[in-house]
């Protein structure tokens, strides 16, 4: 079984995908290769380094490609302080996979694997393009159908999805998601993953969701019963000020990578003081929005 993984990553986000794909490795079943796709935007050669070492010293059958990827043609795209352009990279899988990649896995670089993800790879599309996991709140779903114009209030997270690359392809999707993305404009407040809602209405099915856990906002969370953590929104668990759950979980995997130890600077707690307050200095890109109502 040879499994085709995409993940896109920026130079903030390495240690996320190191855990990302390491996780992956630990847990996939015998007999199956995994192949990574890595969508890379300002990765230092350092980092790339290091995470062809994650995957080669994982001890797993694996492969690990790097792409690199123009993000200025989404500059006119909407961006925020916490999702940059490098989210949008993902649309352009049609472009980066090989030809002779039929179906592939999307992973978001702040997530934990602790489950066999052939399980995942074998799911039933149903003859659609994207399975995901979908949107658990009603009055959240229908904010999204309302804010997107959409026909029905279904909603997915794109955080992990299986999709179909020969559909996708043959769809077009990519070029309708940027379109999407285009005509939403300033709506676009969860960017890639609105347009890809946008784009795939109608066309993908609902994934159980322990394939994409919300660490923040689930207290019921339980190692055991979850597939795939995911640590939306800030701060992420590489930061010196986070203190959510599943931080030490994070760093159980982070040190099988080349990564082994890395801990975030924080000494006398002053890390934690100076991450929070760089989170709180306004986004000026969002501020020239709200105040001119420009991008």
Same mark, same amino acid.
């Given at each position: 079984?040879?499994?085709?993984?995409?993940?896109?990553?920026?130079?903030?986000?390495?240690?996320?995908?190191?855990?990302?794909?390491?996780?992956?490795?630990?847990?996939?079943?015998? %007999?199956?290769?995994?192949?990574?796709?890595?969508?890379?935007?300002?990765?230092?050669?350092?980092?790339?380094?290091?995470?062809?070492?994650?995957?080669?010293?994982?001890?797993?059958?694996?492969?690990?490609?790097?792409?690199?990827?123009?993000?200025?043609?989404?500059?006119?795209?909407? @961006?925020?302080?916490?999702?940059?352009?490098?989210?949008?990279? @993902?649309?352009?899988?049609?472009?980066?996979?090989?030809?002779?990649?039929?179906?592939?896995?999307?992973?978001?670089?702040?997530?934990? $694997?602790?489950?066999?993800?052939?399980?995942? !790879?074998?799911?039933?599309?149903?003859?659609?393009?994207?399975?995901?996991?979908?949107?658990?709140?009603?009055?959240?779903?229908?904010?999204?159908?309302?804010?997107? %114009?959409?026909?029905?209030?279904?909603?997915?997270?794109?955080?992990?999805?299986?999709?179909?690359?020969?559909?996708?392809?043959?769809?077009? $999707?990519?070029?309708?998601?940027?379109?999407?993305?285009? =005509?939403?404009?300033?709506?676009?407040?969860?960017?890639?993953?609105?347009?890809?809602?946008?784009?795939?209405?109608?066309?993908?099915?609902?994934?159980?969701?322990? !394939?994409?856990?919300?660490?923040?906002?689930?207290? !019921?969370?339980?190692?055991?019963?979850?597939?795939?953590?995911?640590?939306?929104?800030?701060?992420?668990? !590489?930061?010196?000020?986070?203190?959510?759950?599943?931080?030490?979980?994070?760093? @159980?995997?982070?040190?099988?990578?080349?990564?082994? %130890?890395?801990?975030?600077?924080?000494?006398?707690?002053?890390?934690?003081?100076?991450?929070?307050?760089?989170? =709180?200095?306004?986004?000026?890109?969002?501020?020239?929005?709200?105040?001119?109502?420009?991008?």
């Amino acid at each position: 079984m040879h499994i085709h993984i995409l993940l896109a990553v920026d130079a903030r986000q390495v240690l996320g995908c190191a855990v990302s794909m390491r996780s992956v490795l630990e847990h996939v079943r015998p %007999g199956a290769e995994v192949h990574f796709h890595l969508m890379t935007d300002g990765v230092p050669d350092r980092d790339r380094a290091a995470l062809r070492e994650t995957v080669a010293g994982s001890g797993r059958p694996a492969t690990l490609a790097l792409y690199d990827v123009d993000v200025s043609r989404f500059e006119h795209l909407m @961006r925020s302080k916490l999702i940059s352009h490098t989210a949008y990279a @993902r649309l352009l899988l049609d472009e980066v996979l090989p030809p002779d990649v039929e179906r592939c896995i999307y992973l978001d670089c702040d997530m934990v $694997v602790v489950r066999d993800i052939a399980e995942a !790879w074998t799911f039933d599309l149903r003859g659609m393009t994207l399975a995901a996991v979908e949107d658990g709140k009603e009055v959240d779903a229908r904010a999204h159908q309302e804010r997107l %114009g959409l026909a029905a209030p279904r909603y997915f997270n794109s955080g992990f999805a299986v999709i179909d690359v020969t559909r996708w392809r043959a769809r077009g $999707v990519s070029a309708s998601a940027i379109t999407h993305a285009e =005509r939403v404009g300033d709506r676009l407040v969860l960017h890639d993953q609105d347009a890809m809602n946008c784009a795939l209405e109608g066309d993908w099915v609902p994934l159980p969701n322990e !394939w994409n856990a919300h660490v923040p906002f689930t207290e !019921w969370l339980r190692e055991d019963s979850e597939a795939v953590f995911h640590y939306t929104s800030a701060p992420k668990p !590489w930061s010196a000020d986070y203190d959510r759950r599943f931080g030490a979980l994070f760093y @159980r995997y982070l040190d099988l990578t080349a990564y082994a %130890g890395h801990r975030p600077w924080n000494p006398l707690g002053l890390g934690a003081i100076v991450a929070r307050a760089r989170r =709180r200095i306004p986004y000026l890109p969002t501020v020239v929005r709200v105040l001119f109502g420009g991008r």
